[in-house]
């Protein structure tokens, strides 16, 4: 698969909350060889973006 369709399958992926696959084709995106400027940044903001959003933790309300 090329870049950009490695990309879009992450996004496909990613709008059907399959987080874990849509991390995987991202990465896969940024590291394909055809990969431009573009799709690598755009692959791995996405990437870091869904681990943050994943990570999240409200403390406030494990505290009551």
């Known amino acids: 698969m090329t870049a950009l369709e490695l990309l879009d ?3 496909e992926l990613r709008r059907n909350c399959r987080f874990g ?3 995987n084709f991202y990465r896969a995106a940024a590291d394909a060889p055809d990969a431009t400027e573009e799709i ?3 692959s791995l903001a996405s990437v870091e973006l869904m ?3 994943n990570g999240f933790v409200n403390v406030d309300l ?3």
Do not use: C, H, S, V
């Open 62 to 64: 494990m505290n009551p």
């Open 51 to 53: 681990q943050e959003i």
């Open 40 to 42: 690598k940044r755009k």
């Open 9 to 11: 399958k992450a996004e």
């Open 21 to 23: 696959d849509a991390i």
